[in-house]
């Protein structure tokens, strides 16, 4: 495992500088927190590999798990800057542009606390964000039809909980930690009434199951309610629209995998 | 926000905890580091904070939520993170936190493999 760990971060090192190299000079400045933010990962992966390949605490035998999974970790990470963020800049175009000057305009109409991410149109899965990376995601033609468009106050919310220390984002965020306590309290209440001995056993796994869930789905429904907020009316019909024409049971709930999104209607109600 | 979304926020969360457990173990279990060490620090206020309390930070709320998640709350956490500021580290704090890195590694690569399949 030594000589594999030595030998694999060696490679990744070659990869992170090489894909340093397909970062186009010259983009515009729309596109500079993206360029920098890759810039700054991929110093901070090198620095891991380094260390995975040379430190000598994690070389010694016993740290051999230890060991592996910050290799692993850094072959994530820069799967996902290739996959990601360094294809957005290595692919820029101008409908890109376009796209960016109009979510920055959306962003100063209702005064977004922070710096408007940068938006790309190289989504192979609906609209999403790496709020770390700050890049939100949409799909190819989305610059041409406007009718989801206040999707993207939904994904600017999601920016609202990647920072911490922010006088601006306390009291949304503040708001969301007592909305999920208190439902995470309400669902603990459930789930001990429910392996008292009254109930079918089964309640305890599906309550046991909400309960894993609620942390992500209180974030959905904050970000519903941002965009609602935001957009108006024009969101719910947005979100009706999504959920007629490509999701699943407006009404399951998930019974025993934890869901990261809560149910369409349950959104819907939200909004309503 | 599409599932890949959701999933490579909640990956991010889960990466930073398994990073940061992972640096202080390391130097824990080499009897190196100090208490003044700021990873340290970090990791034992996230531990103090995952019992009931009228106000954390979001950190420390994403990290009870994903040790709820894990069903790891049964460990006396603000315990082990009392420890991890004193000096003469009890050994016994040693387990529980490689139980916990290990689980949370689980999780991640669980997460990471999510955002492959999502995406194919």
Known sequence: MKEYCDAASVQLLDRARHLASLIPSGLHRDVAALDVACRDRLNEIVASLKRVRSDALLSLPQNTALRLRALRRARWDLDRLEYVAISVLHRWTDTDTKI??????????????????????????????????????????????????????????????????????????????????????????????????????????????????????????????FALYSAGPAYAWAHLHL???????AFD???????????????????? | MSDIGAQANLYQRLRWY??????????????????????????????????????????????????????????????????????GLEPQVIAPLEKLARALEGWRSDTANRMRQSAR
Request: proline share 5%; glycine share 6%; net charge negative.
């Open chain 1, 100 to 225: 960016n000057r109009l979510a920055d305009k959306l962003a100063r109409e209702i005064q977004f606390p922070l710096t408007t991410p940068v938006v790309a149109g190289l989504s192979q899965n609906y609209y999403h964000t790496y709020p770390d990376l700050r890049l939100i995601c949409i799909p190819l033609a989305e610059g041409r039809f406007l009718l989801h468009l206040s999707d993207l106050y939904h994904e600017l919310a999601h920016s609202l909980f990647a920072f911490s220390n922010d006088a601006r984002l306390d009291a949304f965020q503040l708001r969301w930690l007592a909305v999920n306590d208190a439902a995470t309290k309400y669902l603990e209440g459930e789930l001990r009434r429910a392996g008292s001995g009254f109930s079918p056993r089964a309640f305890e796994r599906y309550i046991a199951t909400w309960l894993q869930c609620w942390c992500e789905w209180s974030i959905e429904f904050f970000c519903d309610l």
């Open chain 1, 253 to 272: 709930l998930p019974l025993f995998t934890p869901s990261t999104h809560p149910p369409d209607e349950a959104r819907m109600q939200v909004s309503v």
């Open chain 2, 18 to 87: 398994a990073d940061l457990i992972d640096e202080v173990l390391l130097n824990v279990k080499a009897g190196a580091g100090s208490i003044v060490d700021e990873r340290r620090k970090q990791l034992a206020s996230l531990l103090m904070a995952t019992g009931p309390q009228q106000t954390r930070p979001l950190d420390a709320a994403w990290f009870g939520a994903l040790l709820r998640a894990k069903e790891l709350l049964n460990v006396d956490w603000r315990h082990i993170g009392e420890s991890l500021l004193i000096l």
């Open chain 1, 243 to 249: 959920c007629a024409s490509s999701g699943g049971g």
